[in-house]
């Protein structure tokens, strides 16, 4: 196992920077995560580590040794990638055995490898087809297969159930992060789905625009987001952003929001950064119809039903208040309808505060990293 240190790593196509001042450590085994929207550095910076991209500056270390400049072939490893790339004129056991063969392995521990990774992955019964008579997740656990068959040092993983539909992508996420686990090789994943994200990863890393906002855990970039755009990157629905005004009143920070003024502990704030306008994040469950809220939600507001969709167990009910709209989160099938009027409550400590010129967290525990 090896863990993975980026080291001030700049990556530039002529005047355009893909990556900059990029400083992060993978510890030993980790399932770290990348995650962004598309085109911001998450899969360039995964090639970079491949060794398929070098770095314009910086230093790219696998435990302790420099392979900024390695090639890909000497760098022991695997990648797979969003196509399966399986070569159709092979078996499945003539597409494991490829590598292997071209490496000139003994034929006893070719076959070996192959029975080993065949029965991780449940290929045993599949050795003889070709790619054409597999399914897509099938196809999938063979690609899976072929970059696990060398023993990698780290294990890359760039977007690969994006061509599978919605049932087979939740089975072969689990059965990638168990693969993960059984193995403890570390691995990296990108990916632009943050429920893939917030399910897999050990830790996550959330880029934008060629940085890293944050890296946290699930839970911690769920309840603590360094920023806005964190916070309404992680979670869906995605979370709501309303503005406020607030002030200071003795050992409390006061918030007005929707005509509505209430207290906040002045110890969740970083007061010194304080500013007169700022931007409130609250989480769709976080905000409760007044007829199923728990007591402890004290906080009401008062809008229009616009639109609701019903999942089955839940409906998101997108609410009119004072020209915001607000997502929130009703009981399955609640007896709502489009055009009512209804009152919403919330418990003043779920809430995020957010800087509305600069959208840094104004929470004196979140953790920036830019």
């Given at each position: 196992?090896?863990?993975?240190?980026?080291?001030?790593?700049?990556?530039?196509?002529?005047?355009?920077?893909?990556?900059?001042?990029?400083?992060?450590?993978?510890?030993?085994?980790?399932?770290?995560?990348?995650v962004g929207p598309s085109g911001c550095g998450k899969t360039t910076t995964l090639r970079m580590l491949a060794g398929l991209e070098t770095p314009t500056y910086g230093k790219i270390l696998l435990g302790d040794e420099d392979v900024t400049l390695t090639q890909p072939g000497r760098r022991n490893i695997s990648m797979v990638f969003q196509s399966y790339a399986l070569y159709p004129h092979m078996?499945?056991?003539?597409?494991?055995?490829?590598?292997?063969?071209i490496r000139h392995e003994a034929k006893s521990d070719?076959?070996?490898?192959?029975?080993?990774?065949?029965?991780?992955?449940?290929?045993?019964?599949?050795?003889?087809?070709?790619?054409?008579?597999?399914?897509?997740?099938?196809?999938?656990?063979?690609?899976?297969?072929?970059?696990?068959?060398?023993?990698?040092?780290?294990?890359?993983?760039?977007?690969?159930?994006?061509?599978?539909?919605?049932?087979?992508?939740?089975?072969?996420?689990?059965?990638?992060?168990?693969?993960?686990?059984?193995?403890?090789?570390?691995?990296?994943?990108?990916t632009h789905d943050q429920v893939e994200a917030m399910t897999m990863g050990h830790r996550i890393a959330v880029f934008d625009h060629g940085r890293i906002l944050q890296v946290a855990t699930p839970a911690e970039l769920y309840r603590a987001?360094?920023?806005?755009?964190?916070?309404?990157?992680?979670?869906?629905?995605?979370?709501n952003i309303l503005p406020a005004k607030v002030g200071l009143d003795g050992d409390a920070v006061t918030v007005r929001c929707f005509g509505t003024t209430f207290s906040v502990e002045g110890r969740h704030f970083a007061r010194d950064r304080l500013s007169d306008k700022i931007e409130l994040g609250i989480r769709p469950d976080e905000i409760q119809w007044v007829k199923d809220a728990p007591s402890r939600c004290t906080?009401?507001?008062?809008?229009?039903?616009?639109?609701?969709?019903?999942?089955?167990?839940?409906?998101?009910?997108?609410?009119?208040?004072?020209?915001t709209d607000v997502n929130c989160k009703f009981p399955s099938f609640a007896p709502v309808k489009r055009g009512d009027t209804v009152d919403l409550v919330f418990d003043p400590t779920d809430l995020h505060f957010f800087d509305a010129e600069t959208g840094a967290s104004l929470k004196a525990t979140s953790t920036n990293y830019n």
């Open positions: 196992m090896t863990s993975v240190t980026f080291a001030n790593v700049w990556k530039q196509f002529g005047d355009y920077t893909a990556i900059g001042d990029l400083n992060l450590e993978i510890r030993d085994g980790e399932f770290m995560v990348f078996t499945v056991r003539q597409n494991l055995a490829f590598g292997p063969e070719i076959t070996a490898s192959i029975d080993r990774v065949s029965s991780l992955v449940g290929l045993q019964a599949l050795l003889n087809r070709y790619p054409s008579e597999l399914s897509g997740g099938q196809r999938q656990r063979v690609a899976l297969a072929r970059s696990m068959i060398r023993r990698p040092r780290i294990f890359l993983l760039d977007e690969p159930l994006s061509n599978l539909d919605a049932s087979l992508r939740n089975h072969m996420r689990t059965e990638i992060a168990e693969l993960q686990r059984q193995l403890g090789v570390t691995a990296v994943y990108v987001p360094a920023n806005k755009i964190v916070g309404m990157f992680i979670g869906s629905p995605r979370m906080e009401k507001i008062t809008g229009k039903v616009t639109s609701l969709e019903t999942t089955g167990s839940d409906t998101f009910v997108l609410v009119d208040v004072e020209g």
